[in-house]
Each structure stands twice: as C-alpha cells, then as structure tokens.
C-alpha cells in the first residue's frame, strides 16, 4: 500500500488491461489538494478509464493508487463516499423531475436528513433550477441537466470532485460558467478532477496531463508545457503541442 501523504491523488504504474488490449499504460502522476487537475486527451486515450478506475468503479490490473488517503484497490466503497463523481454520460434519472433526483442523491450519498432541505435549496439555487424543479429532466436543455448533475455530485460536500468529459455536447456559454464554478470550488479547498478532449480548456487548469493511447504524453503547468515544447512560438495552444509530440514518437 502506498504511504500516506498530502496528496488528493496518487497514483503509480497504474495500468488497466481488457484482454489483450492495453487500456491505460503503466502511468504515474500525482494531485494537489485544491488544484484544478485537468487530465487531457483525444477520444480513446483511456481518460475515462483511469477515472473510473480512480473513483473505484472498475478495479486497476496492476500498480498502486490512493484517492482521499484510501487504497483503489481494496477501499473502493470508501472512496465512493469520499468523492464526488460526473460521469460522461447524463448519469441522472431522465424520468425524474429536478427536485426527485437530488432528493434520490441525498439518499445515494447518505446525507443526514437533517440536511436534507437545506442541500435542496443549495442545489436548486447552484442549478439555477428552482423554477423548472417539478419538469421531468428529459425536458431539460443539456446545459441545463449538466448543472443539475453538477449539483448532485456535490450534495454530501466532497473534498475530491471528479468530472468525466463534462463539457461535452454543451455551448461554449454553458463551457464558460461551468469553469467559473470549477474555479470558484477551488478557491474554496476542492480539488476538481477534470477530464475533457478540447485542447484549450488546459488554460483553466493548474497543472495537465496529456495522454494518447494509455500513455502519458506530457505533464505540467499550460504555460510550462508550451514553453518547454515551442519557447520560440508565442502563437502557440495545446492542440499545437499534442501534435507535436506525436510527431516525434513517431519519427
């Protein structure tokens, strides 16, 4: 079992294997606490299968992990309870109104009832949900239902939120706030987990890491890592420095 430390995550050598297809490669990498960590990559690039493996959904085939100080190994249930989870796809009840899948959540995450008003009003009030409460979600603008799972996933107030391509399929308005938010959990002490396929939302991250086919291709500050692969290119993004670097593992 790894050591504990100040780390929200820590992982090393982790890998997932399904068959003879190698899904995540033996990769290394750790979070601080209260960094906004974005895990970057291509469709494919086994993004969401580290992060259900991080959230203890699926066990790792090999290597060691700590998430929240509990092994992913064999504390999976602890973690669950410790994080807050968005998975890529809508995970809420379509044919639940706003109002019935929160109070379902309270229960998922065994919220003491005494709070159980108070983190409604939170949610519907974070959600901007309150006048649509009693609609069946299905009705809902995707922008819309992302907010509400955003909410849901913070009802028992984690430490460590994890949020699988949560931008996906959602207008570059919704993209805007929902980072606002991400920025405003940080400042209060969450560490935010973010796994997302567009190049340019590294700038609202402390620290990336870009990966393609299960292996880690950089790791750093925005800033650091464009400077290390193009310190003559000012004009240069993320997606310039992604293709850069498969260009040269394949020379």
Same mark, same amino acid.
């Given at each position: 079992?790894?050591?504990?430390n100040?780390?929200?995550?820590?992982?090393?050598?982790?890998?997932?294997? /399904?068959?003879?297809?190698?899904?995540?490669?033996?990769?290394? /990498? %750790?979070?601080?606490?209260?960094?906004?960590?974005?895990?970057?990559?291509?469709?494919?690039?086994?993004?969401?299968? %580290?992060?259900?493996?991080l @959230?203890?959904?699926?066990?790792?085939?090999?290597?060691?992990?700590?998430?929240?100080?509990?092994?992913?190994?064999?504390?999976?249930?602890?973690?669950?309870?410790?994080?807050?989870?968005?998975?890529?796809? $809508?995970?809420?009840?379509?044919?639940?109104?706003?109002?019935?899948?929160?109070?379902?959540?309270?229960?998922?995450?065994?919220?003491?009832?005494?709070?159980?008003?108070?983190?409604?009003e939170?949610?519907?009030?974070?959600?901007?949900?309150?006048?649509?409460?009693?609609?069946?979600?299905?009705?809902?603008? !995707?922008?819309?239902?992302?907010?509400?799972?955003?909410? @849901?996933?913070?009802?028992?107030?984690?430490?460590?939120? $994890?949020?699988?391509?949560?931008?996906?399929?959602?207008?570059p308005?919704?993209? *805007?706030? /929902?980072?606002?938010?991400?920025?405003?959990? &940080?400042a209060?002490?969450?560490? @935010? $987990?973010?796994? %997302?396929?567009?190049?340019?939302? &590294?700038?609202?991250?402390? @620290?990336?890491?870009?990966?393609?086919?299960?292996?880690?291709?950089?790791?750093?500050?925005?800033?650091?890592?464009?400077?290390?692969? $193009?310190?003559?290119? !000012?004009?240069?993004?993320?997606?310039?420095?992604?293709?850069?670097?498969? &260009?040269? *593992?394949?020379q």
């Open positions: 079992m790894m050591a504990l100040s780390n929200a995550v820590s992982v090393k050598d982790l890998e997932k294997r /399904f068959g003879s297809f190698t899904a995540v490669d033996r990769i290394s /990498f %750790t979070v601080k606490k209260g960094e906004i960590y974005g895990f970057i990559g291509p469709n494919g690039a086994g993004k969401s299968t %580290t992060i259900r493996m @959230c203890g959904i699926i066990i790792p085939t090999s290597g060691l992990g700590q998430v929240a100080g509990h092994d992913i190994f064999t504390e999976s249930e602890k973690i669950k309870h410790a994080i807050g989870y968005m998975s890529q796809k $809508f995970s809420l009840y379509e044919d639940m109104t706003p109002q019935e899948n929160i109070r379902f959540y309270l229960g998922i995450y065994n919220v003491p009832p005494a709070r159980w008003q108070e983190r409604m939170w949610a519907l009030e974070v959600s901007r949900l309150h006048e649509v409460k009693r609609r069946v979600t299905r009705d809902l603008p !995707p922008g819309w239902r992302q907010r509400l799972a955003l909410s @849901c996933a913070l009802l028992h107030d984690p430490h460590i939120l $994890f949020l699988d391509e949560p931008t996906s399929g959602v207008d308005i919704t993209r *805007r706030h /929902f980072w606002d938010f991400v920025h405003q959990l &940080a209060q002490g969450v560490t @935010c $987990f973010v796994t %997302t396929h567009y190049m340019d939302e &590294a700038k609202n991250c402390d @620290c990336v890491l870009m990966i393609n086919e299960g292996r880690i291709v950089a790791e750093g500050g925005p800033a650091s890592i464009l400077e290390d692969v $193009f310190p003559k290119n !000012p004009d240069a993004d993320l997606n310039d420095v992604f293709i850069e670097l498969m &260009a040269r *593992r394949q």
